[in-house]
T-cell receptor
Framework: GQSLEQPSEVTAVEGAIVQINCTYQ??????LSWYQQHDGGAPTFLSY????GLEETGRFSSFLSRSDSYGYLLLQELQMKDSASYFC????????????FGTGTKLQVIP | DGGITQSPKYLFRKEGQNVTLSCEQN?????MYWYRQDPGQGLRLIYY???????QKGDIAEGYSVSREKKESFPLTVTSAQKNPTAFYLC?????????????FGAGTRLSVL
């Protein structure tokens, strides 16, 4: 089976940097993605790592270490609108494109 | 505009009734997915389909059924066997190739029991 662990809640100050961690256990691994979901809305794609290292997309960066089965999402210059839930997700490398999501981290940005 | 359309936005189910949630995409994506999300929880996979006329059970398929007769459509039926159907249902699609792990979501359907 597959499982992903994330912290349930994180609070950070506007303008600061915050890191959301994700550890995973999977029988086959293709890549790690991150999604953002505001309350009442649908998840939107943020970032994807198939190889080890850092991927940067504007204020958001994502890191992957395949040997440690670990990744993180880094949000810089936090804004109030970044308050949302963040999910990591893995795609297995089997014959079917099955995706498993983590339980999500609720980020609260405070003034 | 390209995207995923889910309907209806809100749906109410009576005891013993089957209801069908619609999901249509015009992104020309091969893979489509249905997820259930309970308040304050993550997304749990109900069913997924990689190609037309083929679909696989996810982690919580009991009480649900799907069909994939056309590439652009992946309807989900919540049957009377699903005793606790109240949740937020999300449909998603993804393309083949390097972007395999990018999913595009519809706006969702909120299902409640009367």
């Amino acid at each position: 089976g597959q499982s992903l662990e994330q912290p349930s809640e994180v609070t950070a100050v506007e303008g600061a940097i915050v890191q959301i961690n994700c550890t995973y256990q999977t029988s086959g691994f293709y890549g790690l993605s991150w999604y953002q979901q505001h309350d009442g809305g649908a998840p939107t794609f943020l970032s994807y790592n198939a190889l080890d290292g850092l991927e940067e997309t504007g204020r958001f960066s994502s890191f992957l270490s395949r040997s440690d089965s670990y990744g993180y999402l880094l949000l810089q210059e936090l804004q109030m609108k970044d308050s949302a839930s963040y999910f990591c997700a893995v795609l297995n490398s089997g014959g079917y494109q099955k995706v498993t999501f983590g339980t999500g981290t609720k980020l609260q940005v405070i003034p | 505009d390209g995207g995923i359309t889910q309907s209806p936005k809100y749906l109410f189910r009576k005891e013993g009734q089957n209801v069908t949630l619609s999901c249509e995409q015009n992104l020309n994506h091969d893979a489509m997915y249905w997820y259930r999300q309970d308040p304050g929880q993550g997304l749990r996979l109900i069913y997924y389909s990689q190609i037309v006329n083929d679909f696989q059970k996810g982690d919580i398929a009991e009480g649900y059924s799907v069909s994939r007769e056309k590439k652009e459509s992946f309807p989900l039926t919540v049957t009377s066997a699903q005793k606790n159907p109240t949740a937020f249902y999300l449909c998603a699609s993804s393309p083949e190739g390097l972007a395999k792990n990018i999913q595009y979501f519809g706006a969702g359907t909120r299902l409640s029991v009367l």
